[in-house]
């Protein structure tokens, strides 16, 4: 098989019985999925769980799967769906979210930090758990763009494709987001220099 094929023709592969097809798409996903949901839910609910159904859904419309839009942006509508849907069910007041496998997240913090510097990586990982805490405040729709944006990749009209809002809500959630975050980083900056 070959590793190169789209996403697309790979689920379509997988739709016609292809297992190997799944795996690679799989392999692909997995990680930026996990991170979008866990980060999303924090430890309030079971991350681990959304990630399984989000793949079972994914295996059940194996066989009826169509390419109507990039398969990143079908996956992802499928964990948002799961995202709201288990907040809606459990109703959770979300709390600081944790970094726990390690994974960065570079948009805010910057990324210049050398590796070969034990103190820049020391700063960059502090940097990294402030922006998880003031993520976790924002309200939902807007860690929701943010995540999608700088998790996944997506384009804003990917975002309000996956979220199901307007383009320009789209942005409008994603700008309040950066500002809130920034000035929260600004301000948090600002209190440990005093």
């Known amino acids: 098989m070959d590793v190169q094929q789209p996403d697309e023709a790979l689920m379509l592969l997988y739709g016609e019985g292809n297992t190997g097809a799944f795996e690679l798409l799989y392999h692909r996903h997995k990680g930026g999925v996990y991170r979008y949901i866990k980060r999303h839910v924090g430890l309030q609910l079971d991350g681990d769980a959304l990630v399984q159904e989000v793949w079972a859904k994914v295996i059940k419309a194996s066989s009826t799967y169509l390419v109507s839009a990039k398969f990143t942006t079908w996956l992802y509508t499928i964990a948002h769906h799961c995202i709201v849907d288990a907040v809606r069910k459990h109703r959770h007041k979300f709390e600081p979210l944790s970094d726990e496998n390690g994974e960065d997240i570079d948009v805010i913090v910057a990324s210049n930090a050398q590796n070969d510097n034990p103190m820049n990586n020391v700063s960059a990982k502090q940097q990294v758990d402030r922006l ?3 993520l976790s405040t924002l309200p ?9 944006k700088h998790e996944a990749g997506f384009s804003v009209k990917d975002i309000a494709e996956v979220i199901g809002v307007g383009e320009e809500t789209a942005k409008t959630r994603l700008r309040y987001a950066m500002q809130k975050i920034r000035t929260s980083m600004e301000n948090e900056g600002g209190q440990n220099n005093e």
């Open 132 to 134: 998880l805490a003031i």
């Open 140 to 148: 939902a729709d807007q860690r929701d763009v943010f995540l999608l």
